[in-house]
């Protein structure tokens, strides 16, 4: 590193040089400008974390940084190295040691770890396909992000947890430069997202700069040296978060939010209105009684086993546990047998059992499911916002099989308006909204429907504290309205914020039932790292 001398001739280290400078970029898209003048600096080993609301313009940065978006479709001017790029697609940005790792990952899961890594990136001898070298090197790279897997190990046989170092590990045999990393964490557990946080520290001390997008704050204020704020397109500030890695954070998440949404927050749970109509000798809105679901291959194994809970009209009731605890395939396997084999039990709804052998009969009898993967699952992305939020109630819309469009438009534009879904209008192609505003679709589509149960599934995955905010608050009129709320979340904060009760899970069975007046962390992690156990 340079030095610079002091007057008096004692010499001091220069401060890292901008290994990238991004300056007045602008991007717009048809009747919509998604960046406006933005300005972003990253030092030399530095790891800088860009934040902002959904549809604030982080992922259209990136894009415009990678090639994604090429030279020409925006105006401002990149510079890496002290040098003007002018990047026409993301190969010639991986030339200069740019690679980005989307949210989304980009691996072909019936190939090996060792395929996926080189996967455009041959090593090859005259034309052909050097597979000693591919192993050897591939197997260097694992143990440089710490797994011990066969480079021969397919990617379907692998974690995600796992997955996201085989990225990183296929960045790194392009020569990285400059890792830029689209919510890393946002599919991992505690301990993967450990690993990873560890990984981009070692990234650092080898000098490889690191842009990381996240909404989990903490992350961000555990690893990043400086957050670059954006909100509407804009940089609204670049805030230092700490001088040395070594040093505590300077600024706190209430700063950051502050940054984000333009105010103070206040509380990041809205206050819940009660429910009136509640009585008490009334039978529970859901009941589900000794669910067992195997596994829909290894049917030996039960990964749902001997489950019993209950939702009453008015609450909002959460399940906790760790990846692997089986809440998912709980969720799934009650909304219409969508997961698993020789599903048995029982499902009553207010009191008289029902049949949720298919979807459409768990929807018939007033149950909604809000999945996890709302691209996968929960979306057409292809189709506008209109169709997506009456996909699931057409029978509202139509009359004599025929869709009537004048009312489909008119129960679409109610729900674009009443949760903020930020689109031009309800023609708007839902592949080109924020993750924030997909999920408010999804979401919209099963209000549609009417249902008296929402079972909710990671339903602020991905998204900022503003949309959190937002759907926390419809989740709570909806508990005023007198449905009933499952929620499932892997954020323990997220629960002890919502939820009057919360049930833990641990390796398919319940662990746990913890009131909202003794529920916290501690409690609540103790419970999900039971290996076995019935509900107290």
Same mark, same amino acid.
């Given at each position: 590193?340079?030095?610079?001398?002091?007057?008096?001739g004692a010499a001091?280290?220069?401060?890292p040089?901008?290994?990238l400078?991004?300056?007045s970029?602008t991007?717009t898209?048809p009747?919509v400008?998604?960046?406006?003048?933005?300005d972003?600096?990253?030092?030399?080993?530095e790891?800088?974390?860009?934040?902002?609301?959904?549809?604030?313009?982080?992922?259209t940065?990136?894009?415009?940084?990678?090639?994604v978006?090429?030279h020409?479709?925006y105006?401002g001017e990149i510079?890496?190295?002290?040098?003007?790029?002018?990047f026409?697609?993301?190969r010639a940005?991986?030339?200069?040691?740019?690679?980005?790792i989307h949210?989304?990952l980009?691996l072909?899961?019936?190939l090996?770890i060792?395929?996926?890594i080189?996967?455009?990136?041959?090593?090859?001898?005259?034309g052909?396909i050097?597979w000693?070298?591919?192993?050897?090197r591939?197997?260097?790279?694992?143990?440089?992000?710490g797994?011990?897997d066969?480079p021969?190990?397919r990617?379907?046989?692998i974690?995600v947890?796992?997955q996201q170092?085989?990225?990183?590990?296929?960045?790194l045999?392009?020569?990285?430069r400059l890792?830029?990393l689209d919510e890393?964490?946002?599919?991992l557990n505690?301990?993967?997202?450990?690993k990873l946080l560890?990984?981009?520290?070692?990234?650092?001390a080898?000098?490889?700069?690191c842009i990381?997008i996240?909404?989990?704050l903490g992350?961000?204020?555990g690893?990043?040296?400086?957050v670059?704020?954006?909100?509407?397109g804009?940089?609204?500030?670049?805030l230092?978060?700490r001088?040395t890695?070594?040093a505590?954070?300077?600024?706190?998440?209430?700063r950051?939010i502050r940054?984000?949404?333009?105010?103070?927050?206040?509380?990041?749970?809205?206050?819940?209105?009660?429910?009136?109509?509640?009585?008490?000798?009334a039978?529970?809105?859901?009941?589900i009684v000794?669910?067992?679901?195997?596994?829909?291959?290894?049917q030996?194994r039960?990964v749902?086993?001997?489950?019993?809970l +209950?939702v009453r @009209? $008015?609450?909002?009731?959460g399940?906790?546990?760790?990846m692997?605890a089986?809440?998912t =395939? !709980? %969720?799934?396997?009650?909304?219409?047998r969508?997961?698993?084999?020789h599903?048995?039990?029982?499902?009553?709804?207010?009191?008289r059992e029902v049949s949720t052998?298919?979807?459409?009969?768990a929807v018939?009898h007033g149950?909604?499911?809000?999945?996890?993967?709302r691209?996968?699952?929960?979306l057409?992305?292809?189709?506008d916002i209109?169709?997506?939020v009456?996909?699931?109630?057409l029978g509202?819309v139509?009359r004599?099989g025929?869709?009537?469009?004048?009312?489909?438009?008119?129960a679409a534009e109610?729900?674009?308006?009443s949760?903020?879904?930020?689109a031009?209008?309800?023609?708007?192609?839902?592949?080109?909204l924020?993750?924030g505003n997909q999920q408010k679709?999804?979401l919209?589509?099963?209000?549609?429907a009417?249902?008296?149960v929402l079972?909710l599934? +990671?339903?602020? @995955? $991905?998204i900022d504290v503003?949309?959190?905010y937002e759907?926390?608050?419809?989740?709570? =009129? !909806? %508990?005023?309205?007198g449905?009933a709320?499952?929620l499932?979340?892997s954020?323990?904060?997220?629960?002890l914020g919502?939820?009057d009760r919360?049930y833990t899970m641990?390796?398919?069975r319940?662990?746990g039932e913890?009131?909202?007046?003794?529920a916290?962390q501690?409690?609540l992690?103790?419970?999900?790292t039971?290996?076995?156990?019935?509900t107290?």
């Open positions: 590193m340079a030095e610079a001398t002091e007057p008096g001091t280290a220069a401060p040089r901008p290994v400078e991004m300056r970029i991007k898209f009747g400008k998604a960046l406006s003048g933005v972003i600096s990253v030092r030399e080993g790891i800088h974390a860009i934040c902002g609301e959904n549809g604030a313009g982080k992922s940065l990136m894009k415009v940084l990678s090639g978006h090429p020409g479709s105006e510079v890496l190295g002290g040098e003007p790029c002018a026409k697609d993301i940005s991986e030339r200069r040691g740019i690679v980005i949210q989304e980009a072909i899961p019936y090996s060792a395929e996926n080189f996967l455009g990136n041959e090593q090859t001898t005259r052909v050097d000693n070298d591919t192993l050897g591939a197997g260097k790279l694992l143990r440089r992000v797994l011990t066969s021969q190990t990617i379907a046989d974690g947890g796992k170092l085989v990225e990183i590990a296929k960045a045999a392009k020569e990285v890792l830029i890393p964490t946002a599919a505690d301990e993967d997202s450990a560890d990984l981009l520290r070692e990234f650092r080898q000098g490889i700069s990381l996240s909404h989990k992350e961000v204020l690893i990043a040296d400086t670059t704020v954006l909100r509407d804009r940089t609204v500030e670049t230092t978060v001088e890695p070594d505590e954070p300077a600024v706190t998440e209430e950051i940054g984000m949404v333009g105010r103070d927050l206040g509380h990041r749970f809205p206050e819940r209105p009660r429910y009136e109509g509640g009585d008490a000798t039978p529970p809105a859901l009941r000794d669910w067992t679901v195997h596994h829909p291959i290894d030996q039960k749902v086993d001997g489950v019993s +209950e @009209r $008015g609450e909002v009731v399940i906790a546990g760790l692997g089986g809440r =395939e !709980l %969720a799934m396997s009650v909304f219409g969508s997961y698993g084999r599903a048995s039990g029982h499902v009553l709804r207010d009191g052998r298919t979807v459409p009969e018939a149950i909604a499911y809000v999945t996890e993967d691209k996968t699952y929960g057409n992305l292809g189709d209109r169709r997506n009456t996909i699931a109630s509202k139509s004599r025929v869709i009537r469009e004048h009312e489909e438009t008119r109610r729900y674009r308006t949760l903020n879904i930020k031009p209008t309800v023609f708007e192609t839902v592949g080109r924020s993750g679709v999804v919209g589509k099963w209000l549609q009417g249902p008296d079972i599934d +990671e339903p602020t @995955r $991905g503003g949309a959190k759907i926390y608050t419809v989740v709570g =009129e !909806l %508990a005023a309205q449905k709320v499952l499932i979340s954020e323990l904060p997220e629960l919502m939820c919360i641990a390796a398919g319940l662990t913890v009131d909202r007046a003794e916290t501690e409690v992690m103790r419970h999900m039971m290996d076995r156990g019935r107290r």
